[in-house]
């Protein structure tokens, strides 16, 4: 069995920083890319950032420069740097691994809230 397992600081101030991690753990899986994905209140997940194993970096529009996603290959570990955070980044954000054979394996998703 596979597990994403994401981790961070819950709360920031608007104009804050924070750094969410994501450990990849149980049996050993190939991955073409990993992810991050947000949920906002009452709107659906969306794509935030992904780093695929060549080291190609794709963001959303909506980034603009804010965030920066890294990958710690030899421990499973994907990172997403978050700065100038505001209030409409308040959501739940999910790991996501794309295995070789196309499937996509989720982590159970942790709470970023910027308020101040």
């Known amino acids: 069995q596979v597990q994403l397992v994401e981790s961070g600081v819950g709360s920031v101030q608007p104009g804050g920083s924070l750094r969410l991690s994501c450990g990849v753990s149980?049996?050993?899986?190939?991955?073409?890319?990993l992810a991050w994905y947000r949920q906002r209140p009452g709107k659906e997940r969306e794509f935030v950032a992904r780093?695929?194993?060549?080291?190609?970096?794709e963001y959303a529009n909506f980034v603009k420069g804010r965030f920066n996603i890294s990958r710690n290959k030899a421990h499973d570990m994907v990172f997403l740097q978050m700065s100038s955070l505001n209030a409409d980044d308040t959501a739940i954000y999910y790991c996501?691994?794309?295995?070789?054979?196309?499937?996509?394996?989720w982590g159970q998703g942790t709470q970023v809230t910027v308020s101040s």
């Open positions: 996501k691994a794309v295995t070789n054979w196309g499937a996509n394996i």
């Open positions: 149980g049996r050993k899986i190939s991955m073409t890319a």
């Open positions: 780093i695929r194993n060549g080291g190609n970096i």
